[in-house]
């Protein structure tokens, strides 16, 4: 959330400062995703001394050009704040803007700005703004339901605090509160989180504490905000609830070092505005042929977000019966123009342990199997340290000769079929024994062997 002050000397200039300011933030409410969250709030100049220290102070023109010398006041009270003069139109720009430059202001703007050239200047400056926050986030999203991402977002999660840095997991999920439930995170539904969705409640630290729950030892920096009533598929940016939700988020960002967000049950607008703000945007796929399209249409729309795929982080998570990992990749690399640099090297392998993960009351880089554990490791490491990802592509468990032979043979095949030759003609998969084989002697003539039968004679 971006917090304005809007400073003017009369209670009647305040009111159309700040009706002002509003028009402007409405006109452009066209595009929701791209406005981030704003509150504004009038303040009189003898109660800046009591305000909660703003991002962003606009002065008012009556200010501006009747009392200057208070500036230096407001700079002294807030002297992280980006201040703003807005003026009237006058003879004497140079001038005016030399004498209000010298009492502290950072940026000048005209009354008479248009809406398009105000929320272009509150964007570029709220990404500055945010360029100095302590957290980052990460967004974990599914190529297609079913594939992982909620368990890929609590194994993460817990890598990340036993790394010792503070993580916040977010559970969008209302409706079952499937992240929730599984990490034993109770309440399941949270009311906390509500009132603040709601603004009966206000946004401050304490009532962020309170919504979110401890996971795991109470000695490990690790909570979950679970959700709250309200359908996250309807939250949009443009709605006080969307501004809210989005502020409750930046705040966490603030105060921890990662928020994880599961992305499987945020809406379109919302999801896109998470997009915009966060640092690394993973999509959990598998080697299922069905969600090849479903991981290219996703990260087609993040690169049209962001202009490339440099956020963009793809992991593998193993699943029976798939492709191999290197056709795998060389599809989604036709599809979209990924490289190795957006892929995590290593796939999570297949475990049966995290097949029965619900209720478990742990993550799945808790229960997993070794190499499970392992894989989680190398992820959390890539975002701590900032690790390159490596271009050899290290296959789930499992993924070794046989099905790389195969990998083989389907390659061939897509090959054949592309050339518009005989699909018969693609060589067929065959056995060449070794050297040291011994063929299988036949049985002895007369009854033959049965499974009730010994293999020998009593003696």
């Not at 971006?2 to 409405?26: M, S, Y």
């Not at 599961?262 to 042929?289: C, E, F, K, W, Y």
């Not at 099905?403 to 005989?422: F, K, P």
Request: glycine residues 6%.
């Amino acid at each position: 959330m971006l917090h304005i002050a809007a400073i003017e000397l009369h209670a009647t200039g305040r009111h159309e400062l700040v009706r002002r300011l509003n028009a402007l933030v409405e006109t452009a409410s066209s595009t929701p995703h791209l406005i981030p969250p704003i509150s504004i709030r009038p303040v009189a100049p003898e109660e800046a001394a009591f305000v909660h220290a703003p991002e962003v102070v606009i002065v008012g023109p009556l200010i501006c050009e009747e009392s200057p010398d208070s500036l230096r006041r407001f700079r002294s009270l807030f002297p992280d704040a980006h201040i703003i003069g807005m003026i009237n139109e006058t003879a004497d720009q140079l001038g005016r803007a030399e004498a209000l430059a010298s009492r502290g202001v950072n940026e000048l703007m005209n009354v008479l700005i248009s809406s398009v050239q105000f929320m272009q200047r509150i964007i570029v400056l709220n990404r500055s703004l945010a360029t100095s926050r302590r957290g980052k986030l990460i967004l974990v999203d599914g190529a297609k339901g079913g594939v992982g991402a909620s368990s890929v977002a609590a194994g993460l999660g817990e890598i990340l605090a036993l790394r010792g840095q503070s993580t916040v997991l977010v559970d969008l999920d209302n409706e079952t509160q499937d992240l929730s439930r599984f990490l034993g995170a109770r309440p399941f539904l949270n009311d906390t989180l509500q009132l603040i969705l709601n603004q009966q409640s206000p946004l401050t630290e304490e009532n962020m504490t309170q919504a979110l729950v401890q996971v795991g030892d109470d000695a490990a920096p690790f909570w979950i905000a679970p959700p709250a009533m309200t359908p996250y598929a309807t939250i949009s940016p443009a709605n006080p609830t969307g501004k809210s939700l989005l502020a409750f988020l930046q705040m966490i960002d603030t105060e921890h070092d990662y928020t994880v967000i599961d992305m499987a049950h945020a809406g379109p607008d919302l999801r896109m505005s998470l997009i915009r703000g966060a640092d690394t945007v993973i999509i959990v796929t598998n080697g299922v042929p069905s969600t090849l399209h479903s991981a290219a249409h996703k990260t087609m729309a993040i690169k049209s977000i962001h202009g490339d795929l440099s956020r963009v982080r793809l992991l593998e998570n193993g699943a029976p019966h798939s492709l191999p990992s290197t056709i795998l990749r060389s599809e989604l690399a036709k599809m979209t123009g990924t490289g190795p640099e957006q892929w995590f090297p290593s796939a999570i392998p297949h475990s049966r342990a995290v097949a029965y993960w619900p209720g478990s009351l742990s993550t799945p880089a808790s229960i997993g199997c070794k190499k499970t554990r392992k894989t989680f490791e190398a992820v959390g490491s890539h975002l701590i340290d900032g690790n390159a990802l490596g271009a050899t592509a290290v296959t789930a468990e499992g993924a070794h000769q046989p099905t790389n032979r195969l990998g083989e043979i389907l390659a061939m095949t897509r090959r054949a079929l592309t050339a518009n030759r005989d699909a018969l003609a693609v060589p067929a998969l065959t056995y060449t024994p070794s050297a040291d084989a011994r063929p299988i002697s036949p049985p002895p003539s007369g009854n033959p062997q049965t499974r009730t039968q010994p293999a020998f004679k009593p003696s």
